[in-house]
């Protein structure tokens, strides 16, 4: 049987020091994070600051087990 990733995507802010901040906040769909982070740029944000969206892989995964 075929091993089934979900993902979960998760925004990360970095500073320009190279410092990075992982919200809490999770999202089923990228779309949805990325209108976060568009909302998020609508605010001023110090010089530096970025934020992306990155995937992560959920431990709700099917791997052919039988638990």
């Not at 001023?44 to 709700?60: K, M």
């Amino acid at each position: 049987m075929a091993a089934t990733a979900v993902l979960v995507w998760y925004i990360v802010i970095a500073g320009p020091q190279g410092g990075m901040v992982l919200l809490p906040t999770t999202f089923d769909k990228r779309e949805q994070c990325t209108a976060a982070i568009t909302e998020y740029q609508k605010q001023p944000t110090p010089a530096g600051w970025s934020a992306q969206c990155v995937p992560s892989a959920s431990p709700f995964t099917d791997n052919g087990s039988a638990e």
